[in-house]
């Protein structure tokens, strides 16, 4: 029987903790700088699903994805075995978990970041209970619990806190639930004399559920962020969709920003700004009850121009279909509808497929069913936003890289 020395043991540790070190530096991507990345970490800085431009889905469909080697990827969600093994043997504390909301959304934020979804066991009872279980352990991990709040947000809330309260009596370290689209944002005020804020319940149901933080995309109002006792990302999905309107032909003198409503006049003002520092155009509407709006009058010049109009959410497109009527009314020649979160309740498609629309530019925060794509339509990815923004929470790093910096709203 062989007997080894403390010094042999040293001696072998280090060998073999070398050979590790420099098999791990060949998953190096070759078209990947890490210049601007943390320097404290390795790992990410040579594992990434490196693409050219945010994924998108043009007139509603899918197109293909390449890397910056020009070659086709038949299916950019098929993690590489290679990877996922690097991976969690060198780094098995950062874990991304997805409810059933948008699981679509989860496994690209996954592709990006060049980790595998983690396992779980998510189902309903005949009485229409959720049942929530992690198949693998998080003790001591920092998880990312991928689920927006969307139709039906009760539902997928009420998944949320029982996925949030599996975790916690996991013995997770951190648990981070990224909330894509976050409902219930728009009852965030008193309007009327005994009105609940649905907004701060939520923020209170989430806080004592467990979660240590919260990442938000594009939340309603800024306020929103105060409902919360625990740390709030807020990031938002305008630059995505001004990457893609910056690839289009479109003179900049001939673009005027336009904001569907007087509360969104902070936002279309950061837009236009973006867009070249464009001219800015407000519609004045009133709201007699919810869900129902009124077009009044429009302030700014759109005359010959192509107007842009932003918002955070498309709901039941009455609001920004009115707006667009209008603006073909006083002469511009075409419309855009840019918004972040597609809620998209009846009658939004018929309203939004009507034709006073060129173009309807969205982003996947909220999936969208195959009966409601229509040829006008463009659906946008915030993977990479989110993905970077989760790296960028694991490592402890600033939020604030371009292209992803946030629009100065708040």
Request: charged letters at 20%.
């Amino acid at each position: 029987m062989a007997v080894t020395s403390p010094a042999m043991s040293t001696s072998l540790f280090q060998s073999a903790f070398c050979s590790s070190f420099t098999s791990r530096s060949f998953l190096t991507h070759k078209h990947f700088a890490p210049t601007d990345r943390c320097p404290d970490v390795s790992l990410r800085n040579r594992i990434r699903c490196n693409i050219v431009e945010p994924l998108k889905f043009e007139n509603g469909r899918p197109i293909d994805v390449t890397l910056n080697g020009g070659n086709a990827i038949p299916s950019f969600l098929t993690p590489n075995p290679r990877v996922q093994d690097s991976i969690y043997k060198n780094d098995t504390r950062l874990r991304i978990f997805s409810g059933t909301a948008n699981p679509a959304l989860a496994q690209e934020i996954a592709c990006y970041m060049g980790l595998e979804l983690g396992k779980i066991k998510i189902k309903r009872f005949a009485d229409g209970e959720i049942y929530v279980q992690l198949q693998e352990s998080v003790r001591g991990c920092d998880v990312f619990l991928v689920q927006p709040t969307c139709p039906p947000a009760n539902e997928n809330l009420m998944e949320l806190l029982i996925m949030i309260d599996a975790c916690r009596r996991a013995s997770a370290k951190n648990i981070t639930a990224v909330i894509p689209y976050f409902g219930y944002a728009r009852a965030d005020r008193k309007t009327q004399g005994r009105e609940s804020i649905a907004a701060k319940l939520v923020a209170n149901l989430i806080t004592e559920a467990g979660a240590n933080r919260v990442l938000a995309c594009d939340l309603h109002s800024g306020q929103s962020m105060g409902y919360f006792d625990i740390p709030v990302d807020h990031v938002y999905g305008q630059p995505v969709i001004l990457d893609y309107l910056a690839s289009k032909t479109i003179c900049s003198d001939d673009l005027v920003v336009v904001s569907p409503d007087v509360g969104g006049v902070a936002r279309a003002r950061a837009f236009a700004k973006k867009l070249s520092d464009a001219p800015l155009a407000i519609v004045d509407k009133r709201r007699h009850a919810h869900n129902v709006a009124e077009v009044m009058n429009l302030i700014g010049d759109v005359k010959g121009k192509v107007a842009v109009m932003v918002d955070d959410m498309i709901d039941t497109a009455g609001t920004i279909s009115k707006g667009a009527a209008l603006l073909h009314q006083e002469g511009a020649r075409e419309v855009y509808a840019c918004s972040t979160h597609a809620v998209f309740s009846p009658p939004a498609i018929e309203r939004l497929s009507s034709g006073v629309f060129q173009e309807v530019i969205i982003t996947n925060t909220i999936p969208v069913a195959e009966k409601n794509y229509f040829p006008q339509l463009t659906v946008l990815s915030v993977a990479n936003l989110l993905g970077e923004t989760i790296w960028r929470v694991h490592d402890d790093c600033s939020g604030g890289i371009e292209p992803y910096s946030n629009l100065g709203i708040d």
